[in-house]
């Protein structure tokens, strides 16, 4: 038993939560013989986490549990278990015991009081040194290696169980494996979808990656003309072949190439899972969401009875922020130099209309690169949902942005790969413990 290991591979948020409760559960159970070790592809850890909340690290969201379910598109049901066994109290709760008070702020969403990502990346970074955890950087993983009939082998017709991990000429042997290497967003912090070829070798279904929660590009020009212009309180809705599909309240910015911002980066998935269909995809923007379309048209009749001969170009100020009023004058087809006292009826409805319903034709995302998440990964189904067990292969364990789960803005995400490391961890810890487990 002296040279028993578990290895987990990758140092994300995930990773660094796996090794850190795999090498407490072998501790308290007196195990210490029994070695955690850490690999990490990258000179540094949890550096997505460092990424997150704009530097502020969305640690997770303050609703209940069964709302997290619904903010995972598609296989929210498949986290049940793992959000139940170390859900978002449970995670403030050791943030907190790590000298890391959390804060509720708008919408729910839980930030450190520090308002710095790096105090979490610091916490989970503690967590596992303080266990213990033989942490080595600067190792590539490049193949899962299983017991074949002629020792350990990397053949994708063998079955049965792990025997470790290869780094190009070196393997890491070991009882248990857990990975954790991300999914395809953001490579410049590590994660370059390396685990989804090496799933595909030992008989994992891997549904095909494609960016969530990512900035859309759109046909049309006069975003740009906006740019870094942010609006709160509006709501946006996605129309695909027509149809719409989704909505949603909140913030939004333009850019250069098109929208971004909480709204867009929600409808992002879906969108591009259509133009990834060849559908049509299209966006409405409600920039008087409070108001009824009748509302409205009152609204804009009481401004143009008070400011009488202004010209409509200089009588949007109390309406529209500065720079979006060249583009709605545009847009309404109504002469910026008409005196608002002869607009018409049809005109102002016109009016109303667009406000509430400005057209954008999204022709694509920025991809994974610019992607915060990675939808599709290891297909869940190939997993136990209780511990993330392979159910291919014996000591198996995958956790996090590798495995085909993706949720909403909001700290859904790093709770989502926090938990399910928490799970691994302990899963393949009990698994050296108690085989049958």
């Given amino acids: 038993m002296d040279d028993r290991r578990i290895v987990v591979v990758g140092g994300g948020a995930a990773g660094l939560m796996a090794a850190g409760l795999a090498a407490r559960t072998l501790a308290c159970e007196h195990q210490h013989q029994v070695k955690v070790i850490l690999l990490e592809k990258g000179d540094r850890l949890a550096r997505k986490v460092l990424l997150s909340g704009k530097g502020r690290c969305n640690i997770t969201h303050a609703g209940e549990i069964g709302d997290f379910i619904e903010a995972y598109p598609g296989n929210g049901k498949f986290l049940h278990s ?30 450190p009081e520090s308002d710095r990502a790096e105090s979490v990346a610091q916490a989970l970074i503690g967590f596992a040194q303080d266990q213990g955890v033989e942490i080595h950087l600067n190792q590539k993983i490049d193949a899962i290696c299983l017991h074949g009939e002629n020792g350990i082998e990397r053949s994708a017709a063998v079955r049965g169980s792990v025997a470790g991990v290869a780094a190009g000429d070196r393997v890491w042997s070991a009882d248990a494996v857990i990975m954790a290497v991300g999914g395809a967003s953001y490579p410049g912090t590590g994660s370059t979808g390396d685990g989804y070829a090496m799933a595909g070798t030992v008989g994992h279904k891997v549904v095909a990656p494609m960016p969530s929660l990512v900035p859309l590009r759109t046909a049309e020009s006069w975003p740009a003309t906006v740019q870094g212009l942010s609006l709160r309180n509006v709501r946006l809705s996605l129309w695909i072949d027509g149809v719409r599909r989704q909505d949603h309240f909140g913030e939004m910015l333009f850019t250069h190439f098109g929208v971004s911002g909480p709204i867009v980066l929600t409808l992002s998935r879906m969108a591009a899972q259509a133009l990834g269909d060849g559908s049509a995809v299209g966006l409405r923007l409600n920039l008087k969401p409070a108001l009824t379309q009748d509302m409205l048209v009152e609204r804009l009749n009481r401004d143009w009875a008070k400011m009488g001969a202004r010209h409509f170009k200089n009588a949007l100020g109390d309406l529209l922020p500065k720079n979006l009023i060249p583009v709605l004058v545009e847009l309404s087809d ?29 022709t694509g995302t920025l991809g994974l690169k610019a992607g915060i998440v990675t939808a599709g990964g290891v297909d869940v189904r190939s997993l136990e949902p209780r511990t993330l067990a392979s159910k291919h292969i014996r000591g198996l364990y995958w956790a996090g942005e590798v495995v085909d789960i993706d949720g909403i803005t909001g700290g859904y995400n790093l709770q989502a790969a926090i938990s399910m490391g928490y799970a691994a961890g302990l899963s393949a810890a009990k698994g050296l413990l108690t085989p049958d487990f």
């Fill in 82 to 111: 793992v959000l139940r066994l170390f859900d978002n109290g449970a995670l403030r709760d050791f943030l907190r015991e790590r000298g890391v008070p959390t804060k509720v702020e708008r919408g729910g969403r839980v930030f």
């Fill in 334 to 362: 109504i002469d910026g130099a008409k005196q608002v006292r002869q607009i018409n009826p049809k005109e102002t409805r016109r009016l109303a209309e667009l406000l509430q319903a400005i057209p954008l034709t999204v």
